[in-house]
């Protein structure tokens, strides 16, 4: 007998065996990627979710995003964007996400276009659960954002950005001289319609009921403004222009009398609130009463070590482009320090 070839034969079939128990531990070799533990996954692909992809990828973590079920968050509903640093010219908000999206991967993030349907964050690793694959990561960035809430109108739809909008911090700039309306009347409507006389020649505040929600301040504020008027106890039932492709006014009915009038305007601002994209994590991160993630004060640190928040899912105040892209910046390196503090 060659004991040579015998001892040959026998290692590789010893090798054949271990590769193919290790197969089936992962569950299929097309398994092991998920299955491997990352440094960082991150939730989200707004400005928050791809400026953090940007600094963990080149702080060599090599994080793995998830681009949600909106990828690129709200700007890819925002028309021109003026008032992000480092366009001398607008830009429009798709295509701004669009960047990011292209300079994360290019520096090295894992970019997997999946709704997370489940998170597990009371074990360590984290698990994250998408498409039906299972993830690990020792960190996780939540950047999930918030939706404006909207009056659900087919008209509203199709007139975003070309005279609708749910900011106006983002688009007063281009009503200069112009005529607007501002549904709501709670604190976040009164502030918008009182922002907006900076650009408008007039703005009409319009309200369901007969007397407005916000703080006392900000109505006597509101009120005592020439450049403000109210209409009171009324719905708007349709936003007219979509066959111009820009608004030229309101239907409106008024709720007591039930009398449907038209309104002139030229622009339309939704302010009856937002609603923080954080469902996924009750019941295991701190949330203030309308569900937006508490975070540490000057961090973005969440009741659980090792899971941070930036962007609209944890900032109610601000709610702009490039607040969001800066807290991103601190969850990426929060995130870092974490990993860095705690390596075996």
Known sequence: MDY???????????????????????????????????NVIIIG???????????????????????????????????????????????????????????????????????????NLKQQPFVVEADGKRYESKTIIVATGA?????????????????????????????????????GGGDTAIEEATFLTKFATKVTVIHRRNELRASKIMQQRARDNPKIAFIWDTVVEDVLGVDQERVTGLKLKNLKTGKVTEFR??????????????????????????????????????NVAGVFACGDCQDHVYRQAVTAAGTGCM????AERFLQHHSS
């Open 4 to 38: 040579a070839k015998c001892s040959v034969f026998v290692t590789s079939a010893a090798f054949l065996c271990t590769l193919v128990v290790h197969i089936d531990l992962l569950g299929g070799i097309g398994e092991k990627r998920e299955l491997m533990t990352r």
């Open 331 to 334: 969850a990426a390196i929060d």
């Open 265 to 302: 305007c030229d622009g339309l601002f939704v302010a009856i609130g937002h609603k923080p994209n954080t469902d996924l994590f009750t019941g295991q991160l701190a949330m203030n009463e309308q569900g937006y993630l508490i975070t540490k004060k000057s961090t973005t640190e969440t």
């Open 147 to 183: 939706s404006a809430l909207l009056l659900g109108l087919p008209s509203e739809s199709k007139l975003m950005g070309k005279g609708v909008s749910a900011c106006a911090t983002c688009d007063g700039f281009f009503f200069k001289n112009q005529e607007v309306a501002v549904v």
């Open 45 to 119: 692909s707004g400005a928050a979710g791809l400026t953090a992809g940007i600094y963990a990828a080149r702080a060599n973590l090599s994080p793995l995003l998830f681009s949600g079920s909106q990828p690129g968050g709200q700007l890819t509903i925002t028309s021109d964007v003026e008032n992000y640093p480092g366009f001398a010219e607008a830009i429009l908000g798709p295509t701004l996400m669009e960047e990011m999206r292209k300079q994360a991967a290019r520096v090295g993030t894992e970019i997997i276009d999946a709704n997370v349907s489940k998170v």
